[in-house]
């Protein structure tokens, strides 16, 4: 699905048609609206594609006409699994186009107009508060992971079953997907403060350091909550391996039922 939006009087209104200086949003385009917009901006049919393959890594590639900018976002799968998926952001001399596999947070917060001073012509600034907002999921959802394993640390306490080390695991491999893809992201952010092919002005220097701070702290979170999860599997793994010694020394036959 494509959406065309744009920036006129300090409101964003929605268009039938692209025209300069708008947003194009597309959300799991098909091959024809892919097509589409290959003949509408000239950025390469492959280039447009590589945000649907979700093992598509981070990066920047600075192409003749248009700067593309892959990113990881955070995303919640079928199964209500924290994963990451490819966010893609390109920008030309005339527009700026996203392309997601799935309608997302980061994005929504934009077109419900939660962004202060957002406009569509406004590239780059643009496309720093994309990365913002992406930032700040990360963190949002990190808090959400935290709070996840202490709701799990205290069934664990009353109940050692199966079922909460597994709901543990999947939040440390959540992380661990989590850690990737930030750190993916800041290889990226910091070849963005590098380039000079994305003209910023100072205001959207200050912005990009703010983005790049975000993201450090983010991967600081989930190192750390990494690293209790990993300590929390590990001491209830000892303890349900004790109980089970425990149990296993009063059920076992004793050397006089043996000898009877």
Not at 23 to 48: M, Q, R, V
Not at 51 to 76: A, F, H, K, Q, T
Not at 236 to 254: D, G, H, K, Q, R
Request: aromatic share 8%; hydrophobic share 40%; charged share 30%.
């Amino acid at each position: 699905m494509i959406s065309i939006y744009k920036t006129i009087e300090d409101d964003m209104v929605v268009l039938d048609k692209i025209e300069e200086g708008c947003w194009i949003s597309a959300i799991h385009p098909n091959e024809e609206e892919l097509t589409f917009l290959e003949e509408e901006t000239g950025i390469d049919l492959d280039d447009l594609r590589a945000p649907l393959d979700d093992e598509e890594r981070s990066r920047i590639e600075l192409e003749d006409g248009y700067n593309m900018i892959l990113v990881d976002i955070p995303s919640l799968d079928e199964k209500d699994r924290y994963v990451t998926i490819p966010l893609g952001i390109y920008m030309t001399k005339e527009h700026i186009i996203t392309i997601c596999l799935e309608e997302s947070p980061v994005l929504k917060a934009f077109v419900n107009r939660r962004v202060r001073e957002f406009y569509t012509f406004k590239k780059t600034r643009f496309v720093f508060q994309i990365l913002y907002r992406n930032a700040a999921s990360y963190l949002r959802y990190l808090r959400i992971i935290d709070r996840k394993s202490d709701q799990i640390e205290e069934k664990l306490h009353i109940s050692q079953k199966n079922s909460e080390l597994i709901e543990l695991l999947e939040l440390e491999k959540s992380l661990v997907y989590f850690t990737t893809s930030l750190r993916s992201n800041e290889v990226v952010l910091e070849k963005l403060l590098r380039t000079e092919r994305v003209k910023k002005y100072p205001e959207d220097e200050d912005l990009l350091e703010d983005v790049i701070i975000e993201n450090k702290q983010a991967i600081e979170m989930a190192n750390i909550y990494s690293g209790i999860l990993s300590g929390m599997m590990d001491a209830f793994a000892s303890v349900i391996s004790n109980n089970l010694n425990i149990c296993l020394l009063y059920t076992s036959p004793s050397p006089r039922d043996y000898a009877a």
